[in-house]
């Protein structure tokens, strides 16, 4: 991996990492001592986004050449997935591509349940699970993916 791609990288996961604890935070309370909903818009939309610029790193987007059946080399503004090898000649750049495509799928859950309306959230009245245990645990299982995830690349890529 090229130097100036590790330490973004670096950076970027951090921020996940802090992003998440943040928004874990604000919602201590929500929907136990008060059912106003937490603002959580700036920390799950810069989740999105860091996870967004770290899954194009290991697979990025086709151009509108590519596309339509242009090679690489011949469509401008294409970019190549960065490979991560080791010392020992393994390629990690699928490793990578799947965990940091698992830290995108654990913001996009958080953000569905966070998006939840429970005042027309209906359920069962024999459920199991009650509506304030549905969307707290599906924001905390996708931000908790997240860190994990976040966590687990990071000590791999500071290994390095």
Do not use: C
Request: glycine content about 8%; cysteine-free; proline content about 2%.
């Amino acid at each position: 991996m090229i130097k100036y791609e590790q330490d973004n990288l670096l950076l970027d996961l951090k921020r996940l990492v802090e992003l998440t604890e943040q928004a874990e935070s604000k919602l201590e309370g929500y929907l136990k001592t008060t059912y106003e909903k937490p603002n959580l818009y700036r920390e799950l939309m810069t989740i999105l986004y860091i996870s967004d610029n770290i899954v194009e790193l290991f697979n990025p987007s086709m151009t509108t050449g590519e596309i339509f059946g242009l090679p690489k080399a011949h469509s401008g503004g294409s970019k190549y997935p960065v490979k991560v090898i080791k010392e020992n000649g393994w390629d990690f750049s699928q490793w990578y591509n799947e965990k940091v495509g698992n830290i995108k799928g654990g913001i996009k859950r958080a953000i569905y349940y966070y998006e939840i309306e429970y005042d027309k959230l209906n359920f069962n009245e024999d459920a199991s699970l009650g509506k304030e245990d549905f969307i707290l645990s599906g924001i905390k299982n996708g931000l908790n993916q997240v860190k994990i995830y976040a966590q687990t690349v990071l000590e791999m890529t500071e290994k390095e």
